[in-house]
């Protein structure tokens, strides 16, 4: 297939990467120059507008920052002229950003009024499952766009779900790491209320795996330094998943839940905790790095 690909930072570098290693023709574009040019001497080829990379492009995607970010590379900006209105009719379109649902939909909507096709397929798996190919897309859009999507996609993950119209892909995600947030939470607290009352952590954390306060961060990601190897809260906390990442996925959580007026009272919880601990300096740690919030100081 030929495919233009917008965004090489840290996730999108190794996606498209893993593109050109499936055989596909690549053609790469991002604001900064040096990350084209690491992607041209993987074998993409570098282009030095949005447009230009769009040329002959059968599927655009696109990996980056936020919704804003999307909306002016696909509909144009002061500086770019609008990506759809260059492509003839019939080009689909994959956003694997995260980016509020709502801004997906009308992305669409706008797409489709142009003669395109448009799904959402935000990822789960961070960093590392980008590098590996292992990645979790979780897609919004048509049956017959998804058909069409999957086989580019698989090229890039392991699991790709279609969690049903546009916008549905955005939804299922930020629903997903809004409940990772409130176990991280509740798991720091668990622990450290048994550390306070003289439990070794490794013991506790065995025998909540065991019991029902069992989840993926006892199982995976434990929290706490030093009960698990290979983890960031065994190496500072460094790598892993941004703690500024984290409340960027609460943020949509919590403007997705005022949609329909939706209770979400832990996931609110979850946020103040995150947005305090990235106030007090922890931003760019992992997220697991909230164990320390709970710590005597
Ligand atoms: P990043 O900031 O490392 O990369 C974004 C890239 O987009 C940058 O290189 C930037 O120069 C480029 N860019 C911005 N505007 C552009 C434009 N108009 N045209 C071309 N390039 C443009 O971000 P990231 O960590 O790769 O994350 C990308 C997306 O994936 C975000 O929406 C993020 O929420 C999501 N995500 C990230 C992770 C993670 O662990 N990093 C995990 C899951 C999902």
Redo the contacts with the bound molecule.
């Keep these: 297939m030929n495919i233009a690909f917008?965004?090489?930072?840290?996730?999108?570098?190794s996606m498209a990467k893993n593109l050109v290693t499936a055989g596909h023709s690549v053609k790469v574009?991002?604001?900064?120059e040096s990350?084209v040019d690491m992607l041209a001497s993987f074998g993409a080829t570098a282009c030095a507008s949005?447009i230009e990379a769009a040329v002959d492009a059968d599927v655009i995607v696109?990996?980056?920052?936020?919704g804003k970010?999307v909306e002016?590379?696909y509909f144009g900006?002061d500086t770019?002229p609008a990506l759809h209105s260059v492509l003839p009719k019939g080009v689909l379109f994959v956003d694997?950003?995260?980016?509020e649902s709502s801004t997906a939909k009308s992305i669409g909507e706008k797409l489709m009024l142009n003669g395109h096709s448009f799904v959402d397929a935000?990822?789960?798996?961070?960093?590392a499952?980008?590098a590996a190919g292992t990645?979790t897309f979780i897609v919004g859009g048509s049956d017959a766009d998804f058909a069409t999507a999957k086989p580019i996609l698989e090229d890039m993950g392991k699991n790709i779900f279609h969690a049903g119209a546009i916008g549905a892909g955005q939804v299922a995600?930020i629903c997903n790491n809004m409940l990772l947030a409130v176990l991280m939470a509740g798991t720091s607290e668990a622990l450290q209320l048994g550390i306070d009352n003289g439990l070794d952590p490794k013991v506790m954390s065995e025998i909540m795996l065991q019991s029902s306060g069992r989840n993926w961060t006892l199982e995976l990601y434990n929290p706490c330094p030093g009960v698990m190897d290979s983890v960031p809260s065994s190496n500072n906390y460094a790598g892993?998943?941004?703690v500024d990442?984290m409340n960027?996925?609460l943020s949509l959580a919590m403007s997705t839940a005022n949609n329909h007026q939706s209770l979400v009272p832990m996931g609110s919880m979850a946020k103040s905790l995150f947005q305090l601990h990235s106030r007090s300096g922890n931003g760019k740690l992992d997220f697991s790095s909230i164990f320390t919030a709970f710590k005597a100081k």
């Design positions: 917008y965004g090489l930072g840290n996730m999108g570098a574009y991002d604001l900064v990350q949005a696109s990996m980056l920052p936020a970010h002016a590379l900006s770019a694997c950003s995260t980016i935000p990822v789960s798996g961070g960093v499952g980008a990645l995600k892993g998943f941004m990442l960027k996925d």
